[in-house]
Structure formats: C-alpha cells, structure tokens
C-alpha cells in the first residue's frame, strides 16, 4: 500500500456523533499533518503533529501518532453537517535531501454528517 | 493577508494545446510546491521550487512538464502538448519556511477535450 493510507475510504454518521479515521505510513517521518478538503476547493490545514509527540488536541480535533506502529489517527468530536469533506493525512519523510517539506497524501477518508 | 491564489479556476484545452497554470504563494512565502490531484484520490507531489530554483521536481513527469519560480512574478506550472490523462486538478502550496505547514490554494481544474 502507499504511503499514507486512510482508513475507512468513506465514513457516514449523524450529527453530534464523533468521527474517527486512520492513517498509515511506511517510512520514518519529521511529522504528520491532517487536512480537511471541502468539495472543489483546496486542503485546509487542520493540525501537525511532531515524531515525538503522541498526541495532540485543536478544539474538537484529537490527533495521536504511534510512530512504532506507524499510524495515526484523527478523531473529530461531537461532528457537525459543516465537517463534511474529505480528510486526507500527510507525511513529510525523514532524510529528505532537500530538507523541504515534500509532503506524501494518503487516498483520504470522505466523511458525510448528516443533520 | 491574501491566501495562495491560483488561476485560472478552471481551464479547458484540446489534445496537443500548451497549458499555463499560476500561483502566487502567499505574501512572506517562498517556499512553492506543487500537486496533482485525481478524482477520488490524494494529492501527488510534483516539484518544490525556492525563488528562482527548482529544489526537487522528482514528482513532475521529465518531458511535457516545467515549472518555474522566477524573482518577480508567480510560480507557474507549464503543461506542453497536452494529453487527456494530464486531465486533474493541480494545487499549489506556500510556506514561509520549509518546516512550516503548507497552505493550498484552491487549485486549477484542467480538462483535456
């Protein structure tokens, strides 16, 4: 599989429920971002979490990273109809030669929260 | 403080026409990258340019594709004898710094008839 993998592909639930999804990855990473994409509109950046950090929090987002197992995932709480995107993980891989931030996006979970 | 702008929105060509994509990172950014997108996937790196220097176009096919970052001006992406699998959407993505998250535009959704 490539490098991160969400998991579920598709996610429905109903308002006021939480909302979580996975994300896997194969190489050693710097840090793992989480964005949130809105139909026809570009990524929104919803929270970074660092390689030796195991858990972070923004509002109703919780994120929390298992480098030993390599995955990550992402928990909305308390969802809105307004959450309904696509969310995709990303990874910037350790080592990278040119030290920028080339980042490697799973294939997204798309979440529908139905009012 | 604008964000990443990209444009056109939209672009429509013929197999064989020149395609022509902008983005002007965010004010402070010099730091460019740009993406390909697929219907119902995520988004594959092309290239990373600084001001005037392409640092990593390892995720840019090597013929038909280009990139530029020049000193004055947007960064643009520069499709040539187009074809209809480079049909996608294409994102561009700034940051300040290198270790800084990425801000996307919106992104140009390009047909190929």
């Known amino acids: 599989s490539q490098q991160g993998e969400e998991d579920p592909q598709a996610l429905s639930i109903q308002e006021g429920e939480n909302a979580t999804m996975n994300c896997s990855y194969k190489t050693s990473i710097n840090n793992l971002q989480w964005y949130r994409q809105n139909s026809g509109r570009g990524l929104v950046h919803l929270i970074l979490i660092r390689s030796n950090e195991r858990e972070k929090h923004s509002g109703r987002l919780r994120v929390t990273l298992d480098t030993s197992k390599k995955s990550s995932s992402l928990l909305i709480t308390a969802s809105r109809a307004a959450d309904t995107a696509s969310y995709f993980c990303?990874?910037?891989?350790?080592?990278?030669?040119?030290?920028?931030?080339?980042?490697?996006f799973g294939g997204g979970t798309r979440v529908l929260v139905k009012p | 403080n604008a964000g990443v702008m990209q444009n056109p929105r939209h672009l429509v060509r013929r197999r064989g026409q020149e395609a022509r994509l902008r983005c002007s990172p965010m004010?402070?950014?010099?730091?460019v990258y740009w993406y390909r997108q697929l219907p119902e996937e995520g988004l594959k790196f092309m290239v990373y340019?600084?001001?005037?220097?392409?640092?990593?176009e390892s995720g840019m096919p090597k013929e038909r594709f280009s990139a530029e970052f020049p000193k004055e001006g947007p960064s643009i992406l520069r499709i040539q004898q187009v074809v209809r699998g480079d049909s996608a959407a294409y994102f561009c993505?700034?940051?300040?710094?290198?270790?800084?998250?990425?801000?996307f535009g919106d992104g140009t959704r390009l047909s190929i008839l």
């Open positions: 990303a990874t910037d891989e350790k080592g990278w030669k040119a030290a920028g931030n080339k980042l490697t």
């Open positions: 004010k402070g950014h010099s730091h």
């Open positions: 340019l600084q001001k005037e220097n392409i640092i990593d």
């Open positions: 993505a700034s940051s300040p710094v290198s270790s800084q998250p990425q801000h």
